[in-house]
């Protein structure tokens, strides 16, 4: 069965510091990624998504994601974060009825 | 707003009571899915709809829920003698049939507390 699973279940950074949010999937077959995102108060939007191609996948707000098939990861990365990043980040696989299973989710709290 | 909605937004009841939730997707998405969030968790599959057909069905859906898609538009989910462990915030999601590439939308949840 695939599962997914997320190594940091509560980050706290400072404004302009580094992020980089683990993510490690088990599936044998072609695999799609996702990130999802969710923000105090609102519902969950995609930031990113790998379905093959170039590994390093780039999405909005300056969020990227870099694809390891070696190591079965899927890691989420921004150089510099904002306050307005705080947020719930979930990373996900789908199988091919494209139901999602997620990751526990990390929490991320930016201090201004 | 072409987001997909979910009413209502909240939902308190008393254990043993039914709660029925709507779901309205994004319009002319034929897939529809259905997930459950407990506190700390990611959103976990429940089941999900190509049109009005009823796909597929976790074991997490007891006897006691139900949903429906009755002219493959808006979705409703019911259950029925709610329990404590029910408790959570119910997402339903839309997306093109097309391949699984495509992206699914969420809508903003229905938080149900049983007492």
């Known amino acids: 069965a695939q599962s997914v699973s997320q190594h940091n279940h509560h980050v706290i950074l400072s404004e302009a510091a580094s992020l980089e949010l683990g993510c490690n999937y088990s599936y044998g077959g072609t695999v799609n990624l996702f990130w999802y995102v969710q923000y105090p108060g609102q519902h969950l939007q995609l930031l990113l998504k790998?379905?093959?191609?170039?590994?390093l996948v780039k999405g909005i707000k300056g969020f990227e994601a870099e694809f390891i098939k070696s190591k079965f990861s899927f890691n989420l990365r921004k150089p510099s974060v904002q306050w307005s990043d705080t947020a719930e980040y979930f990373c996900a696989v789908n199988d091919r009825t494209g139901k999602l299973i997620f990751g526990q989710g990390t929490t991320l709290q930016v201090k201004p | 707003d072409t987001g997909v909605s979910q009413n209502p937004r909240h939902k308190i009841t008393k254990r043993g009571q039914n709660v029925t939730f709507r779901c309205d997707p994004i319009s002319e998405h034929n897939r529809l899915y259905w997930y459950r969030q407990t506190l700390g968790q990611g959103p976990e599959f429940l089941t999900y709809?190509?049109?009005?057909?009823?796909?597929?069905k976790s074991r997490l859906l007891s006897d006691r829920f139900s949903a429906e898609r009755p002219k493959g538009s808006f979705s409703t989910l019911e259950i029925q003698r709610t329990e404590q462990g029910d408790s959570a915030m119910y997402l339903c999601?839309?997306?093109?049939?097309?391949?699984?590439?495509?992206?699914?939308?969420f809508g903003p949840g229905t938080r149900l507390l049983v007492l």
């Open positions: 999601a839309s997306r093109p049939s097309g391949t699984s590439q495509e992206t699914q939308y």
């Open positions: 790998y379905f093959s191609g170039d590994p």
């Open positions: 709809f190509q049109n009005e057909a009823q796909l597929e």
